[in-house]
């Protein structure tokens, strides 16, 4: 198992979340050079860092070590309507899937 992508991972899901590299080591409690080390693969945090790290981030280790590709996210923010939206476009993208291994499984 390798971790290459940890920082380009971790860079990812901090911006999704709005916070600034400075911020996010403010709320980790260590150096904005330390995340900025972090999201270019020059090291990695601790543990005890990493579980801080995806409270923070409200993500799971998994997915920023690489284990798991699934990104685990909330709908929080986002009204009833655009729930149903972002559902609706989900529930599109499986019925594609389920159409092109189909049409996979019978050439």
Do not use: H, W
Not at 9 to 29: H, M, P
Not at 36 to 56: D, F, H, M, R, W
Request: glycine share 6%; proline share 2%.
């Amino acid at each position: 198992m390798t971790i290459n992508f940890f920082g380009e991972k971790l860079k990812s899901v901090r911006k999704s979340k709005r916070l600034t590299q400075l911020e996010l080591s403010r709320r980790l409690e260590v150096s904005k050079g330390t995340i900025s080390a972090y999201e270019q693969n020059l090291s990695y945090p601790s543990i005890e860092t990493l579980v801080k790290l995806c409270g923070i981030l409200d993500t799971s280790s998994d997915y920023l070590l690489g284990i798991s590709d699934d990104l685990p996210f909330k709908m929080g923010g986002l009204t009833d309507e655009q729930m149903g939206s972002v559902l609706q476009f989900v529930s599109l993208i499986e019925k594609a899937n389920e159409v092109v291994d189909r049409n996979n499984s019978i050439v």
